[in-house]
């Protein structure tokens, strides 16, 4: 077990790592535009759900770098309503239905089942990022400038490090998520390379490493 929390120190070091830049543009560089409320929302959500599920299987590196990462997810989620001056029905009703039903499924079948969810959450908004991916390329547009690539390769790494968590702790809703994710999150970045006999010009290339 101590060496499965290496490998989730690791892995939750980098997931929680990747909240912070938004919540540093939005507090510092009083930058929103563009941002999603119910991306924020979703996010305090995972943050919510991973921590409880930390708490219920007494995984240290699960609760300390699930706990970071969501103390940035409601940063951005306050930072978004108080410079968006968003008005309450954009946000609260998702965020108290979202963790509501959370809670419910804690007090009714426990931990397990709220990892399982927030599990199957993350795997769905990532496969729905490879879906839109794939529609785009059946259109014949490969404008991909939108998609951070460095991004979805921490992405990749940190939940390679998290199946490996899971294997040696034989977590196997740790497993099942971030092996899938492993494999989505390669999925977008294969997708969101040039087609062949496509080089990607320079400031594709640019836009693309931001």
Not at 61 to 86: C, E, K, M, P
Not at 180 to 197: D, E, F, I, M, Y
Request: glycine content about 12%.
């Amino acid at each position: 077990m101590v060496v499965a929390e290496i490998f989730g120190w690791i892995g939750g070091t980098i997931g929680a790592a990747v909240a912070w830049p938004q919540a540093w543009r939005l507090w510092v560089g009083r930058k929103f535009q563009g941002l999603s409320p119910s991306a924020g929302v979703l996010a305090v959500f995972y943050g919510v759900g991973w921590t409880a599920y930390g708490l219920w299987t007494q995984s240290p590196a699960q609760i300390v770098t699930n706990a970071i990462a969501l103390t940035a997810s409601v940063a951005v989620l306050a930072g978004h309503v108080r410079l968006g001056q968003l008005a309450a029905r954009q946000w609260l009703p998702l965020l108290v239905a979202t963790l509501g039903g959370l809670a419910l499924i804690g007090l009714l079948a426990g931990g397990t089942a709220v990892g399982s969810v927030v599990g199957a959450s993350t795997i769905f908004a990532i496969g729905a990022q490879v879906v839109s991916l794939i529609r785009q390329r059946a259109r014949g547009d490969f404008d991909v400038r939108g998609v951070s690539r460095p991004r979805w390769w921490l992405s990749a790494f940190c939940n390679a490090m998290w199946m490996v968590f899971g294997i040696l702790a034989l977590d196997w809703v740790v497993l099942v998520t971030s092996s899938t994710n492993t494999v989505l999150s390669l999925a977008v970045l294969a997708l969101t390379l040039p087609p062949r006999g496509r080089a990607s010009t320079p400031v594709e290339q640019v836009e693309a490493a931001a």
